[in-house]
């Protein structure tokens, strides 16, 4: 309907702008930032944890939409 219309002509208004390619290299520097400080979770005892985190992180840049 009209609502569909509206929303393909703000998404292409935000791509032309670069507003998706700008909140991607956020994205990036923000996970980049999380993973490096995961690092300070050394050795076997918090492994499981660190591994799960810092899938949860890589799966937020590569997840289908």
């Known amino acids: 309907g009209e609502r569909v219309g509206?929303?393909?002509?703000?998404?292409e208004i935000i791509e032309r702008a670069g507003g998706f390619a700008g909140a991607r290299e956020k994205a990036v520097a923000a996970v980049d930032k999380a993973l490096a400080a995961l690092q300070i979770f050394q050795g076997n005892t918090n492994r499981y944890e660190r591994d799960v985190l810092q899938g949860l992180a890589r799966y937020v840049l590569t997840r289908e939409k």
């Open 6 to 11: 509206y929303i393909a002509d703000v998404t």
